[in-house]
């Protein structure tokens, strides 16, 4: 199975200030790279200290960074049809998006599931879902809070998954991890959701 695993780091609380991006990408079920790109947001030079100190990027570690429309033109290529994997993917594409329409560039054509969203049908009952602590449960170790990183680790944890499901294919995704994949595409997008398990039928007496 074939996806790309995405992380952002932002600079502010406004999802259009990406300071940086993290791919991982799975080819026939293997991890084959990660990259990450350094991002001068539109806020530079202004960073919130609170965002900072979750991530440690600073102003200066993007002055020479080129904003987030010329680093498109390399991404864009990466993302176009592909699966793409995020865990709280409501956060990272809401990013995307909100990036992407402040930029004035159209939206990709893409699927995508988020892996707070299977995690929970597949390890049900966890006291917690965040990244630290599924990695942490299962022997993943990563520097939290950089986006090459977590790219790394949820590409890791959604192979976890696979493996815990016997899920070898991509038609079976939604089925064996119990999501519906969320879609971008030009001119919008659906979110990514949980499945419903289906209502039992009721019966009457005759």
Request: aromatic content about 12%; hydrophobic content about 35%.
């Amino acid at each position: 199975m074939d996806f790309i695993t995405l992380d952002f780091e932002t600079a502010t609380s406004d999802r259009d200030s990406p300071c940086e991006i993290g791919l991982t990408f799975v080819q026939n079920g293997k991890i084959v790279g990660t990259e990450a790109w350094l991002i001068k947001p539109k806020s530079y030079p202004y960073f919130n200290g609170w965002n900072i100190a979750i991530h440690g990027i600073k102003p200066q570690d993007v002055k020479n960074s080129p904003e987030f429309n010329a680093v498109w033109q390399e991404l864009q290529p990466l993302l176009q049809n592909q699966l793409v994997i995020a865990h709280n993917a409501s956060f990272d594409m809401s990013v995307l998006r909100a990036t992407l329409t402040t930029y004035r560039l159209p939206f990709p054509e893409l699927q995508y599931a988020c892996s707070v969203q299977f995690s929970k049908q597949v390890w049900q009952g966890l006291p917690q879902y965040d990244l630290k602590s599924l990695c942490n449960r299962h022997g993943i170790q990563f520097k939290h809070h950089r986006a090459a990183a977590d790219s790394y680790a949820c590409a890791e944890l959604t192979l976890r998954a696979l493996e815990q499901t016997n899920c070898g294919c991509l038609d079976d995704f939604p089925e064996k991890l119990k999501i519906n994949f969320g879609r971008l595409f030009d001119g919008g997008y659906t979110a990514s959701s949980v499945k419903k398990a289906p209502k039992p039928k009721k019966t009457f007496p005759f």
